[in-house]
T-cell receptor, first 115, second 115 residues
């Protein structure tokens, strides 16, 4: 079975706190892609990152960082010094190989950053 | 800029009506997708298409059909709308680049209410 689990339904933090959003996936494929998307209240999905299963390097982009650990099938997302504009629903997704780029999404984590 | 355009942002339809949701992409992508998003469930794949006139069922195809007569256009059809189809619908298209990287683009979403 292929599945993505985002166990945190909602997270609430105060501005400037660091926050980590968890993502655990299941797949038997050796080649796959992992994604994170942000969905602000307006509804559109904003692409944040794509990670190839062969590339386990962690990535940092400004206040955002991602920790990919194949051994634990996790692809966690950390926001450092959170801001009110980070408030959104965040989705982790898996694209198995040979799947025509279909995405299997987690249920999403709603992040609320309060001033 | 790649663009995936969904024809209607907000729709209200009556139970039993036939509903068409249109999606157009301007980048000659082979693959197109329709997802539905519901709170607590994330996005779930309804149907996808990997070429003109080719389609495959996703995880929740019941009550829906699709049409892809031209490469750039992928339509989702609700033959007889029901209240449990009230949801946000997202269209996507994807490109598998020559270097193997997958890029997936989403439309802005269509909020459908069936009364």
């Amino acid at each position: 079975a292929q599945k993505v689990t985002q166990a945190q339904t909602e997270i609430s933090v105060v501005e400037k706190e660091d926050v980590t959003l968890d993502c655990v996936y299941e797949t038997r494929d050796t080649t796959y892609y992992l994604f994170w998307y942000k969905q602000p209240p307006s509804g559109e999905l904003v692409f944040l990152i794509r990670r190839n299963s062969f590339d386990e390097q962690n990535e940092i982009s400004g206040r955002y960082s991602w920790n990919f650990q194949k051994s634990t099938s996790s692809f966690n997302f950390t926001i450092t010094a959170s801001q009110v504009v980070d408030s959104a629903v965040y989705f982790c997704a898996l694209s198995p190989s040979g799947g025509y780029n279909k995405l299997i999404f987690g249920a999403g984590t709603r992040l609320a950053v309060h001033p | 800029d790649v663009k995936v355009t969904q024809s209607s942002r907000y729709l209200v339809k009556r139970t039993g009506e036939k509903v068409f949701l249109e999606c157009v992409q301007d980048m000659d992508h082979e693959n197109m997708f329709w997802y539905r998003q519901d709170p607590g469930l994330g996005l779930r794949l309804i149907y996808f298409s990997y070429d003109v006139k080719m389609k495959e069922k996703g995880d929740i195809p019941e009550g829906y059909s699709v049409s892809r007569e031209k490469k750039e256009r992928f339509s989702l059809i609700l033959e007889s709308a029901s209240t449990n189809q009230t949801s946000m619908y997202l269209c996507a298209s994807s490109l598998l680049a020559r270097d193997g990287r997958v890029t997936i683009y989403f439309g802005e979403g269509s909020w459908l209410t069936v009364v």
